[in-house]
Structure formats: C-alpha cells, structure tokens
C-alpha cells in the first residue's frame, strides 16, 4: 500500500496550490482517502477525507470554505484544491487510508506516504 503527495510549493497569501494524491499497491477507489498535514512544532491536523462509496466529502473548520477535495478513479489519485492560501497552512501534506470505505471520525492514517511541503508567505 502506497501513497504520494506532490504538488506542494511556495505561494503568497491569497494564491491557491493543488495537491496530488496518487496511490498504488491497492485498490484506492474502494477506500476513503484522508488528507492531513503537520508543521513544525504543531500536532497533526487533520483537514479533509473523500469517502469510496458515495465520495462524501469532509473538511476541517480550518479549511471548510477554502479546501476542496475530489478524486479521478481511472488514474486512481485524490486531488486537494487549496485556494486564498494563508500563512498558517503552511505544513508538510500527506494523504493516508485507514482501508475503510467511509470517512471515520477518527483517522488512525494508517497508511501514509511522504508528505509533500505547502510554504505561505509574502
């Protein structure tokens, strides 16, 4: 079971950035994808989750309004749109599966790959 994210960078406040999340080693269009990310010093923060079944889409109030999130199940990937970028999402991105189809309230991220470095700033 494996799990990318890419597509992180540096923006300005205000500018958007889109994660990729692609996926190999399992069938990753039968199983909710989660999206969470970590700074430095910080807990782990959980911010959105796409279901399998009815790709049910869950965002932390943190992102509610800003975040999107969406998945292509022919390349098997989960996107996370991330626009009006502030300073505090800057973070290292991951995207995980507990291998459960629903979106749990509480994520294990059992499954995570290397996280991919989101920087705000003017």
């Known amino acids: 079971v494996q799990l990318q994210a890419s597509g992180g960078g540096k923006v300005q406040p205000g500018e958007s950035l889109r994660l990729s999340c692609t996926t190999s080693?399992?069938?990753?269009?039968?199983?909710?994808i989660h999206w969470f990310r970590q700074a430095p010093g910080k807990e782990r923060e959980g911010l959105s989750c796409?279901?399998?079944?009815?790709?049910?889409?869950y965002f932390s109030d943190a992102v509610e309004g800003r975040f999107t999130i969406s998945r292509d199940n022919a390349k098997k990937a989960v996107f996370l749109q991330m626009d009006s970028l502030k300073p505090e999402d800057t973070a290292v991105y991951h995207c995980?599966?507990?291998?459960?189809?629903?979106?749990?309230?509480?994520?294990?991220?059992?499954?995570r790959g290397q996280g991919t470095q989101v920087t705000v700033s003017s």
């Open positions: 995980a599966t507990d291998m459960i189809n629903y979106c749990s309230r509480y994520p294990l991220y059992t499954y």
């Open positions: 080693g399992f069938n990753s269009n039968n199983e909710a």
């Open positions: 796409i279901s399998a079944k009815d790709q049910a889409t």
